[in-house]
């Protein structure tokens, strides 16, 4: 009983040492590290290319994609994409896509762009295009790796109005031009669409016929005289006056009248000549900034008392005017332009000082006691 008790415990010893040896040699040939193709199995398993459509089974060390493409000889170029990415590790199939370019139209627009697909139907699915929804020429079916040239006119619902009937169309025109001719709408010579005949359909849009008419006149106008402004350095800060009022000008045009629909949309002038031409209008402005009061006076007080501090206050009589009630003769005499009700509080006060300058505050008999 001892001796196969011992026997078996030999026997199971032996084949436990036998196991951890597999496992040893297992572990051995898990992974080798090369120096330019990534991570690669030291044993080939299976990995179906589709490389541009082309299916072929090879088999590989390299678990990445990257490495199974190196080892199959497999090259892409600089338009050329790779499911799944070249960094990723493989599971199921590459799929290589060949870049090729297409000489691309749609509904007018010229472009280039490089794709993949290999088929009109694949091509319009990566541009976002339904099949049913457009018309596609200048390739049958099959796109080579040289490229080819695709006309694509997508589907448009278009609402044609004249005269305020409306008349609904679906169409693949790519303009307003094509849209007409399709449908066998004639235009007048001077007729017009808005938006214009060259303008690229899209969508859903409306498109306006006008029956256009035309009148041609002679007509006289006036013509408003300019405004000139001259600076006058002889003149306060503040000063300011129209100087000479200049004169409208009259002027003979040759109009065209341009009726949409018998309503006029638009007057173009195509010729003039002046009866008398306009003169400006002056304005000058003064320049010269204004002295500091000598006086130390409190001018405020004068004004509260004269007008109740209102710059454009006029007498009763319509005699006096302003902060402190001049008359017309005295505000000339004093320099001032014009109306003293219309000048600037600024200049007023500076009008007030010269006179008290000139004549001291019995110029305002009552209120010259508030300075």
């Known amino acids: 009983m001892f001796v196969?008790?011992?026997?078996?415990?030999?026997?199971?010893?032996?084949?436990?040492?036998?196991?951890?040896?597999?496992?040893?040699?297992?572990?051995?040939?898990?992974?080798?590290?090369?120096?330019?193709?990534?991570?690669?199995?030291?044993?080939?398993?299976?990995?179906?290319?589709?490389?541009?459509?082309?299916?072929?089974?090879?088999?590989?060390?390299?678990f990445t994609v990257a490495g199974v493409l190196q080892q199959a000889g497999v090259t892409l170029g600089p338009h050329d994409t790779v499911r799944p990415g070249r960094d990723s590790l493989v599971h199921g199939d590459v799929v290589v896509g060949r870049g090729r370019q297409v000489r691309l139209t749609v509904d007018g627009r010229r472009s280039r762009r490089w794709?993949?697909?290999?088929?009109?139907p694949a091509l319009l699915t990566d541009l976002g295009y339904r099949r049913d929804a457009v018309r596609v020429s200048g390739v049958d079916g099959v796109i080579d790796r040289?490229?080819?040239?695709?006309?694509?006119?997508?589907?448009?619902?278009?609402?044609?109005?004249?005269?305020?009937?409306?008349?609904?169309?679906?169409?693949?025109?790519?303009?307003?031009?094509?849209?007409?001719?399709?449908?066998?709408?004639?235009?007048?010579?001077?007729d017009e669409t808005d938006p214009a005949l060259a303008h690229t359909l899209a969508g859903v849009e409306d498109v306006d016929l006008f029956t256009v008419s035309r009148k041609v006149k002679t007509e006289t106008v006036t013509v408003d005289a300019p405004t000139k402004t001259e600076k006058r350095n002889d003149w306060m800060l503040d000063q300011q006056a129209v100087v000479d009022e200049g004169r409208d000008g009259k002027r003979t045009e040759?109009?065209?009248?341009?009726?949409?629909?018998g309503k006029q949309y638009q007057r173009k002038v195509l010729s003039s000549s002046w009866v008398t031409k306009a003169s400006p209008r002056v304005i000058a402005k003064g320049t010269t900034?204004?002295?500091?009061?000598?006086?130390?006076?409190?001018?405020?007080?004068?004004?509260?008392?004269?007008?109740?501090?209102?710059?454009?206050?006029?007498?009763s009589t319509g005699e006096y005017m302003g902060l402190y009630q001049f008359s017309q003769s005295t505000w000339e005499r004093m320099g001032g332009i014009g109306r003293p009700s219309d000048a600037?509080?600024?200049?007023?006060?500076?009008?007030?000082?010269?006179?008290?300058?000139?004549?001291?505050?019995?110029?305002?008999?009552?209120?010259?006691?508030?300075?």
């Open 146 to 190: 040289d490229g080819a040239t695709v006309t694509i006119r997508t589907r448009k619902h278009v609402t044609l109005v004249s005269h305020g009937r409306k008349t609904e169309y679906t169409t693949y025109a790519a303009t307003v031009r094509e849209l007409l001719a399709e449908h066998e709408v004639k235009l007048g010579h001077d």
């Open 289 to 315: 900034p204004y002295p500091p009061d000598p006086t130390g006076l409190n001018w405020s007080a004068l004004a509260q008392c004269e007008s109740g501090g209102n710059p454009h206050s006029v007498s």
């Open 115 to 120: 794709v993949t697909a290999r088929t009109v």
């Open 344 to 371: 600037t509080p600024r200049e007023q006060t500076y009008r007030a000082i010269k006179l008290y300058q000139a004549s001291g505050k019995g110029q305002w008999p009552v209120c010259g006691a508030n300075l």
């Open 254 to 261: 040759k109009v065209e009248y341009v009726y949409r629909d």
């Open 4 to 62: 196969k008790q011992a026997y078996r415990a030999r026997r199971r010893q032996q084949a436990g040492w036998k196991s951890y040896g597999a496992l040893a040699v297992q572990l051995v040939a898990v992974v080798a590290v090369l120096g330019t193709g990534g991570f690669f199995l030291l044993r080939t398993h299976a990995v179906t290319i589709v490389d541009d459509g082309a299916r072929r089974l090879v088999r590989s060390h390299a």
